[in-house]
């Protein structure tokens, strides 16, 4: 991490339980803190650095699930950002992995706490705790984004006699909050598809948001990074680590690949289109390293960085998250007979592994015919005959804590890996996609050009058009980017997530798999979010 405000800390803007748009029984962030590291939204915004320190706590809530980290209710001033939720939990990113990939063939996890295993399977029910979690978090960060806008305000701004060069610069900061609120509501959008619309302009205190239909979230997205293309900084003009126009393009890209899912209707040239932007005119380029530098400890400096759009970033010195983001990754995909010192870690949690069905996507399991293939087979076998057995299916090994050249991290309790949320080659990828799907504004020939780019890097062979299918695109994307939080998304866009069009082990909560309900291609509303907004109506089969 190289940002000028990584070493800001993260302590000072912690929510006394839930946030308004959860409970409506606070007033916002407009409450009293326990003690002077607490946030007290008109006194603290009187400090002109704190400005920046609020985006950096929208960031940083990306990957810490509380202050000082993970959080601790048990340690004075270390409280987590979620009452009754551990910071470790309820971090952004660690709950972006449980839902994205335990539920699909790429991931399944051996611990059973709570009602995590329902998530291997396909059964979960409204009384899950990691859909509380990930339900609770999103909104926890749209109501930050949401206090900071406030704050804001040219009126705002002038009573506390801001200069002109911190009007700018806040100016940019507004923009950037306000694609991280979009982010949220698009994931909300995507998971549990009717949720409520909170924004700057509602009152603060007591009231019960208003539900709005998965239409009126889509269309609240859309509107919001269409206006973003006016106000955030140009392509690669903004540090690392901060979002640019780039990457509202690239998000929007993503909401019209999956229109036909949230809205009923296609919108594969207007993907296509953004697509052709990113990839001609951004800036951005396809990285010419190899694979795993993407994915190493360096990876905001190794040549990596060239294709990354958004970094969800990490620092093993500056964020002291034990649990959250890529601590949780790295130490639970570790057991067996791996070498924790190996993958540049201190130990593992013996977790998580992937099943035979997503092993078979690639020509084999050593990464000689793939490179992109990583898996730690031994000791280790093919087939999950009991889940809560870490030896039973292959392990991964696609990052590591680790430089590309070998040497080590700053550290090797919490890594230094910055997760690509958003990355160029996706952008390909989604080119590809939305040109089969009928995008006028794509080409074939182009599009196998893309796919063939990023083939050859991984060792590969290249393909021929009539082999570039849909098929074919569902498969490489899991080659390409497993593991970096994209495959419910795409396995419900495919209509390969539930039903018995495509089966894994236990799928459906026996070994050889079984077929889902197709109700289950939106999570339940959580039963703790309707007891505290009444007004919330349940997904239907839930």
């Known amino acids: 991490m190289k940002i000028s405000f990584k070493y800001i800390s993260y302590f000072f803007l912690f929510v006394l339980g839930l946030s308004m748009t959860l409970t409506s029984c606070t007033d916002d962030l407009n409450v009293t803190p326990k003690d002077d590291d607490e946030f007290l939204s008109e006194t603290f915004f009187k400090d002109p650095a704190s400005y920046k320190q609020v985006l950096a706590k929208l960031y940083a809530g990306l990957y810490v699930g509380g202050n000082d980290g993970d959080g601790d209710a048990a340690i004075p001033g270390k409280n987590p950002d979620i009452a009754g939720l551990g910071g470790d939990f309820s971090s952004y990113l660690r709950l972006l992995f449980v839902t994205q990939e335990f539920t699909t063939d790429e991931a399944i996890i051996a611990w059973a706490d709570g009602t995590l295993p329902t998530l291997n399977a396909q059964t979960w029910s409204p009384a899950n705790e990691f859909l509380e979690g990930t339900f609770s978090r999103a909104f926890y960060h749209i109501s930050v984004a949401n ?6 305000t040219e009126e705002k701004l002038a009573s506390r006699n801001v200069d002109a060069k911190l009007k700018a610069d806040i100016a940019n900061f507004r923009a950037e909050a306000r694609f991280l609120r979009a982010f949220s509501y698009y994931n909300l959008m995507d998971l549990f598809g009717n949720v409520p619309i909170t924004t700057e302009k509602d009152p603060v205190g007591f009231f019960y948001p208003e539900q709005k239909t998965r239409a009126e979230v889509f269309a609240f997205v859309e509107s919001e990074l269409k206006d973003l293309d006016n106000s955030l900084v ?8 901060r979002v640019d126009k780039t990457a509202a393009k690239f998000l929007l890209a993503q909401v019209y690949l999956n229109a036909k899912v949230y809205i009923g209707v296609d919108k594969n040239n207007e993907a296509a289109t953004l ?4 990839i001609t005119s951004s800036g951005y380029t396809f990285a010419n390293v190899p694979y795993r530098y993407l994915f190493s400890a360096d990876n905001n400096r190794n040549g990596a960085q060239s294709e990354v759009i958004f970094p969800i970033v990490s620092d093993g010195n500056a964020i002291r998250a034990t649990g959250g983001g890529m601590s949780f990754i790295m130490h639970a995909s570790i057991g067996g007979s791996m070498d924790a010192a190996s993958r540049g870690m201190d130990g593992g ?8 069905e997503f092993v078979a996507l690639f020509p084999d399991a050593t990464a000689t015919g793939d490179k992109r293939g990583t898996f730690y087979t031994n000791g280790q076998s093919l087939d999950i005959n009991n889940v809560s057995t870490f030896t039973d299916g292959y392990a991964v090994t696609k990052y590591i804590n680790k430089n590309a050249d070998g040497s080590a991290a700053q550290r090797n309790d919490i890594p230094d890996i910055d997760f690509p949320m958003f990355r160029l080659t996706d952008a390909y990828l989604m080119y ?3 040109t089969l799907r009928g995008a006028t504004s794509g080409n074939l020939n182009t599009a196998l050009g893309y796919v063939n780019q990023i083939r050859g890097r991984a060792g590969a062979p290249a393909i021929t058009l009539p082999q570039l299918t849909l ?4 498969d490489e994307r899991g080659r390409e980017l497993f593991w970096e939080c994209h495959r419910r998304t795409d396995l419900i866009r495919f209509g390969k997530f539930s039903g018995g069009s495509k089966i894994w082990q236990w799928k459906g909560g026996i070994m050889a798999g079984a077929a889902t309900a197709s109700f289950r291609d939106l999570m339940p509303i959580p039963a703790r979010n309707i007891q505290a907004n009444p007004t919330l109506k349940q997904n239907p089969g839930y």
């Open 234 to 241: 140009a392509a690669k003009q903004n540090e690392y680590g």
């Open 471 to 474: 098929d074919f695109i569902l």
């Open 432 to 434: 590809a996609e939305a």
């Open 349 to 356: 949690w013996q977790g998580i592994r992937t099943r035979r």
């Open 147 to 152: 206090e900071f806008l406030r704050q804001t």
């Open 275 to 278: 697509c052709n932007e990113i």
